[in-house]
């Protein structure tokens, strides 16, 4: 038996136990710990973990995996924490939304002998805790793969047979295009559908215009409701790269502004119907959702995922493709 | 019988249609006209309106009620074409996202003996066209109610019934509180997800970061999906208000820019803390869906909303119920 640590059991850490159970990983001794008692019983008794920790650093204690699933903001002192008491060649890795402040973080208070590979499954819901917690909800989904350079291949692929047996795809990237990018279609989206639920609920008219709201709103405004604490950890940490967005999107508001002003109708016109042309074709070009991978009627063993003997190949060809790559522009155009 | 016409049969004529064969709505004959044979056969195969008319003026001609669902641009040359045809008391109602210009409009072009109703129902699809109608697509939603200064009760009480068949709530008020609640609540999300789609589209990393993209960015953007045509319609007749609210809306992301650069985390976690309490509380306050009305096991006959023996009684109480309040602040506060 091999244990695999989740620190943190909330929607993200409670559903990648339960994808992981439900996986043919064999072998494993998945071990939770939440700051909360109820919490970690929930878990338990929804069987995304075998069993719960005492805390931290006992989880991690001879973990050959360690998934720190907390709020961004806790990592560093979770590293802290669990940084004696991590085996040789122990892989670490973490989900949070943006990477760069994480990845600095590990460099800094991880021993050299443990593998640090930052994820980043693209995969949430409105609600958050344990409660909600999908053994589906990394099926079809991107799962973001941010080696560190003192990781090595082994450390790496085990990340990737983590995403793969979760029904994930993962993506390979470096911190610094995994924050740009996400700052554009994940965070500028959480600002943008905030500042327009904040904006209009504001109004004195609120009570008469909230009666005529239809599913357009509702939908705009989603984001607004995620975790306030997701979303300012989110703010404080890609600060540099969200601010650069919102500036943008202030811009792209007054190009639609001034068409909506000006007397060209064609303009306009042209302008919603390039919009709706590419998002159409974004929408149907989607990949299909899969199921989570089953690699044979036996399983695989933690072991195997620890000597790369399933993954290796796939992420040798992922790396070498990636090395031929030109170095890729910043998305700062 | 009595000749119920409706022109134009797209996703909001075809589904009234449907709707309202499907109500109780006993004696009518609905008569539909679309400038497009092929959709008048489908509205008709659809079973969304008894017959087609060759004709606006063919479908207006003798009509007790006239519903005019047709792009508010087209909607003058409509008017023209139908006035001359309409049957003392006939009553004209629309279904145009903005009032304002819809009401000068119909104020200028119709003869006195005509009443027109200005209506609106908040409903819609990201598909347009009579193939996505849909007789349930007004349950439980509003339906705006914006008498004109010649419609008498009768008239009013007309859309009303209409309104209430199809299993919509009707709300009443003026063109200007429409406009005004509707910028807000229905155009500026429409016109903010469709910039952040194309912002975020005319990136030169857009292959990459569209990989990432999550259920979030395309619910946030799935206005941008939506009709060119009616967009930029909307925009047109309803310009002052929509540039109002895209000047706060560019003045707010200005406020989360400034709070995320800002060192006051706490002020930024209370702005993400009270958007989702608001929030939360909006979604589960909402009305409840509510079925298409069935009055009685009988039904009701035209001639019944026509002479206002069912709704009546309820609008008497709902204009009551307005005249005895304060008059209402714009909402531009």
Redesign the interface.
């Known amino acids: 038996m091999a244990k695999i640590a989740i620190i943190g059991l909330g929607l993200i850490g409670g559903s990648l136990g339960l994808a992981l159970k439900r996986s043919r990983l064999r072998d494993a001794d998945i071990v939770g710990f939440s700051r909360s008692a109820a919490t970690r019983e929930k878990a338990r008794k929804a069987g995304a973990i075998d069993r719960a920790a005492s805390d931290a650093q006992d989880a991690a204690k001879d973990a050959a995996i360690v998934i720190i699933a907390t709020p961004i903001l806790t990592t560093p002192q979770i590293l802290k924490d669990i940084a004696s008491v991590l085996p040789a060649n122990c892989v670490v890795t973490d989900v949070a939304s943006t990477k760069g402040q994480v990845m600095r973080w590990a460099a800094e208070l991880l021993p050299a002998h443990v593998g640090f590979v930052g994820g980043h499954p ?3 819901k409105e609600m958050s805790g344990i409660d909600a917690a999908d053994a589906a909800l990394f099926e079809g ?2 799962y ?1 793969v941010v080696p560190s350079p003192q990781a090595d291949e082994a450390a790496v692929n085990v990340l990737v047979g983590i995403a793969e047996l979760v029904g994930a795809t993962p ?1 390979f ?1 470096d911190a610094e ?1 995994h924050d ?3 700052a ?3 965070h ?14 504001e ?3 609120w009570p ?22 997701m ?2 950890d989110i ?2 940490t890609n ?1 540099e790269n ?2 650069h967005w ?5 811009a ?6 001034e068409l ?2 000006g007397d060209d ?1 064609e303009a ?2 042209r ?6 042309r ?3 074709e ?2 149907t070009s ?1 990949p299909a959702p899969r199921r989570a991978e089953r690699p044979t009627d036996a399983g695989i063993s933690v072991s195997d995922l620890l000597v790369g003997r399933w993954a290796t190949q796939r992420t040798r060809e992922i790396m070498k493709a990636l090395e031929k790559e030109p170095p ?4 700062k ?1």
Chains 1, 2 share one sequence.
């Open positions: 693209m995969a949430g989904r991107p973001c993506l990237m295009e740009s990018y996400v554009a279609i994940s500028l989206p959480l600002v943008v559908s905030t500042a327009l639920f904040s904006l209009v609920r109004s004195a008219a008469e215009m909230s009666r005529l709201a239809s599913s357009g709103f509702r939908d705009v405004t989603r984001l607004a409701s995620g975790s306030p604490e979303s300012e703010c404080r600060r969200v601010v919102l500036d943008r999107m202030i792209e508001i007054r190009r639609y502004r909506i002003e109708e306009l016109l302008a919603f119907a390039k919009a709706k590419e998002r159409d974004f929408v989607g890729q522009q910043r998305p155009e």
